[in-house]
């Protein structure tokens, strides 16, 4: 039974499906130069299907290679049964795969829940998105616990849908120096204080991901986040869909497209390396985003 038509018409059965997907991803990593011979590699995993895959890939493919390890962090942000289920599942997970799980939460970090955090903002009428808060704390304890753990690289499971967006999204709002940090791995540049992020599931589509998930009987949630995407990130999202379903390929040659210019990008955009003067993290301003967040609602 064929579980999968790719873009170009060929038809795949589960297990050529499987080698296919497979493939891809040691092949992202490969022509990316996503790892080196040595690595500490810590995967952000959400307990959704794109990072649980990025996950046991990474761990499946860099198994017998002694000079690399792979663990997991997982931020508990605390938006209620989504954030309870999410936990479950990648608790179950890595116990299952033996894999390492470190496990934090705003609350331990901040002192506060997303939900509380988003209470505040309101109080002081500010029109904070949830994607936004939570965008930015999330950021900021994954670079931070990064280099606690010592890791060399951390991985994340942005998939090939969610690159193509972000790369329309900062076109459609010339915000170039963004841009430029976008790639299969992320920065600008080799930044003291910060580590690399990587994007094993760069070229493969949020749809590959999701069948590949599901064969494999991973246990996740296929729903989105309640507090999901901005509205603007939606009707970009949709737009693409929409095109995508009339010329094959779209999302692909978005993503290639910035892989062209992205070397002059991040030549050009190569701006200077900044510390928050209150928390040490890198950071575009005098304070970073963190800590300019907090001071502003308490
Ligand atoms: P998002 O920003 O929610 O689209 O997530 C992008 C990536 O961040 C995911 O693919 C994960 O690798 C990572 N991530 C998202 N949520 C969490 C979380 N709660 N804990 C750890 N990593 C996360
Ligand atoms: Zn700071």
Redesign the pocket.
């Known amino acids: 039974m064929n579980v999968y038509t790719s873009p170009s018409g060929r038809e795949f059965n589960k297990n050529e499906f499987l080698e296919y997907f497979e493939k891809k991803v040691r092949k992202t990593i490969r022509t990316n130069d996503l790892l080196g011979k040595k690595e500490r590699i810590l995967v952000a995993v959400s307990g959704g299907k794109d990072s649980t895959t990025t996950l046991y890939l990474l761990d499946k493919i860099t198994k017998s290679n002694k000079g690399i390890s792979v663990e997991a962090l997982f931020i508990d942000v605390g938006i209620g049964d989504y954030s309870k289920v999410n936990k479950v599942n990648i608790v179950k997970f890595c116990k299952e795969y033996d894999i390492k799980l470190h496990l934090t939460s705003f609350r331990e970090e901040f002192g506060y829940n997303l939900c509380y955090i988003k209470d505040l903002a309101k109080e002081k009428k500010l029109k904070w998105k949830s994607c936004t808060i939570c965008g930015i704390l999330k950021r900021y304890i994954l670079n931070k616990k990064a280099k606690e753990l010592k890791a060399t690289k951390l991985a994340t499971g942005h998939n090939l849908d969610d690159e193509a967006q972000a790369i329309i999204m900062n076109m459609f709002k010339n915000t170039m120096p963004v841009m430029a940090r976008l790639g299969p791995i992320s920065g600008t540049q080799k930044q003291k204080g910060f580590v690399p992020r990587i994007k094993p599931l760069y070229l493969s589509s949020e749809e590959e991901v999701r069948i590949y998930s599901k064969l494999q009987n991973f246990p996740v949630k296929y729903e989105h986040c309640p507090c999901r995407a901005t509205a603007y990130r939606k009707e970009v999202a949709d737009l693409l869909d929409t095109f995508e379903k009339n010329h094959k390929q779209t999302k692909y040659s978005i993503v290639r497209s910035l892989i062209e210019i992205l070397p002059d990008l991040k030549k050009k955009y190569k701006g200077k390396v900044n510390y928050?003067s209150?928390?040490g993290?890198p950071?575009a301003g005098d304070?970073?985003n963190?800590?300019n967040m907090f001071k502003i609602l308490k």
């Open positions: 928050c209150k928390c993290e950071s304070t970073c963190t800590c």
